[in-house]
């Protein structure tokens, strides 16, 4: 399916490897990373759609032990 709204995320949080499905309207490098955050615990999602939430950024989530992120259609 080239559109495809289900994606696969791939991560290591702490040199464990993780993975999981997430439906979304698109996928990019930025968005990979902010679900992977949320998926290990560090990133927030606001509790309502209006509430902005900080995110993390690249070099915050690797400082804290997230890496290898890497997405793909599923």
Known sequence: ???S???RIDY????????FY???AAMDKNEAWHWATVDAGIG??????SDKVPRLTQRQAQALG???VEWNAA
């Open 5 to 7: 709204n289900h994606f």
């Open 1 to 3: 399916m080239p559109n």
């Open 44 to 49: 927030q999602i606001p509790k309502y759609r």
């Open 12 to 19: 290591l949080i702490h040199g464990s490897y993780k993975t």
């Open 22 to 24: 997430i439906h979304s």
């Open 66 to 68: 997230l890496t290898h």
